[in-house]
């Protein structure tokens, strides 16, 4: 048998594993740098596994993901614990949508709203909120399918007062500080924003990952 060892290849089909060099990479020749813009306007989703590592270097503490069952309409909160990755919490993070930011990329917009991890800048996400699901037929056809299991967002606060509210999160996340799709990249624009956001902590932006 052929057995090709190609780790770039490896390193660029695993968004995680990306985040993991670039960071080394980055920290190793800005050790200073204190703000990070994660830059998903171009991203279409992909592997929710991935995306959960993703969050796993923006924070150490297990982070809330809500869901829906459209047929039920039950609605359910877990909270996420990821180990094994290195974590840059230390960072002051954000996030750049667009409306191509689609599915694992909406959902990651989602966690980020739902965890206050950081200001969302750009223009409302493009949705997606329904996971696939692989179905097997008797012939022996497969093909996937949207499930029942819709991704949401969780507003209130649990009380009698304010109960917890779930939106399904199929017609996007809103950014906190909206932009105009000519300043999306305007770098003077961003750095505003994480001055306005970070006022303490403003040293530096390195928009570092275009990719999940």
């Known amino acids: 048998p052929l057995f090709i060892n190609d780790s770039h290849e490896m390193i660029m089909s695993d968004?995680?594993?990306?985040?993991?060099?670039?960071?080394?990479?980055?920290?190793?020749?800005?050790p200073e740098v204190a703000n990070v813009i994660l830059d998903i306007t171009w991203n279409t989703g992909g592997n929710v596994g991935a995306l959960y590592r993703v969050v796993g270097f923006i924070t150490s503490a297990p982070f809330a993901v809500s869901s829906i069952n459209a047929s039920t309409k039950s609605e359910s909160t877990s909270?996420?614990?990821?180990?094994?990755?290195?974590?840059?919490?230390?960072?002051?993070?954000?996030?750049?949508?667009?409306?191509?930011?689609?599915?694992?990329?909406?959902?990651?917009?989602?966690?980020?709203?739902?965890n206050n991890l950081g200001p969302i800048i750009g223009i409302t996400s493009g949705g997606g909120a329904s996971?696939?699901?692989?179905?097997?037929?008797?012939?022996?056809?497969?093909?996937?399918?949207?499930?029942?299991?819709?991704?949401?967002?969780r507003t209130g606060t649990g009380t009698e007062e304010d109960?917890?509210?779930y939106t399904p999160n199929e017609l996007g996340i809103q950014p906190t500080h909206p932009i105009s799709m000519q300043n999306i990249y305007n770098e003077t624009v961003l750095l505003g924003i994480l001055d306005e956001y970070y006022p303490a902590n403003w040293l530096k932006l390195d928009e570092s990952v275009k990719k999940l």
């Not at 968004?15 to 800005?30: G, K, N, R």
């Not at 002051?92 to 191509?100: D, E, G, H, Y």
């Not at 996971?131 to 967002?153: C, E, K, W």
């Open 15 to 30: 968004s995680a594993v990306y985040m993991e060099f670039q960071f080394e990479l980055i920290l190793s020749e800005s």
């Open 79 to 114: 909270f996420v614990y990821i180990d094994g990755v290195p974590t840059y919490d230390h960072l002051n993070w954000a996030l750049l949508i667009t409306p191509t930011s689609f599915s694992a990329a909406n959902s990651l917009a989602t966690i980020f709203q739902d």
């Open 131 to 153: 996971s696939i699901t692989p179905v097997l037929l008797p012939s022996g056809s497969a093909f996937t399918m949207s499930s029942n299991n819709m991704s949401a967002y």
């Open 163 to 165: 109960p917890f509210v």
